[in-house]
């Protein structure tokens, strides 16, 4: 039964959307942070990955916005609903010329990748964010003292096979970035550890 509705959610992007919503408290948190990161910068060029159904694309109002995914079914839905630039990609072979963006946002993708997977898309940001850009991850984590019974719940229904520990997401990260500012937080069923990084 879960498994069946998991896979009716990929494949219904409005449906996927507003379940989400109803998890994550309308992501309140993860805005909150995307803003506080930005400040008053205008016109960055951005680079949203795994951006799903574009739920963010509204933070970033007064900036030049890219939102990527690599579901043809997700970009198509949120070409429909938002005016960003929408395209399907991969994010382990990004499509655009180095040091192009200079903020790019990682929201819940990387829990979906192995460690190798995670690190060709972290070198592949890397080549694409300019030398002073910043790089904002937030990312499903395992926090103990965090959890309760909700968020079990809701990292079992998740797609994501590679829920990681904090420690386990530096590891892999600190390869290619230095952290400058690190967080831990839950939003209604969601735990995440968020990190903004510098190259």
Known sequence: MLEELRNFLAKHPGAFTIVRKIIELNFKKQKEIIQATLGEKKNLKVLDIGCGTGEFYECFQSQTYVGIDISPKYIQYAK????GDFRVMDATKLDFPDLTFD???VMAMLHHLSDEHFLQVIKEIRRVLKNDGALLIM??????ELE?????LVQKFDKGDFIRKPNEYKKIILQYFYCVKENSFRNGGCIYYSMILKK
Do not use: G, H, M, S
């Open 103 to 105: 903020f790019v946002l």
């Open 80 to 83: 429909k609903i938002k005016k």
């Open 148 to 152: 309760n019974r909700f968020v079990r």
């Open 139 to 144: 990312e499903d984590a395992k926090i103990e």
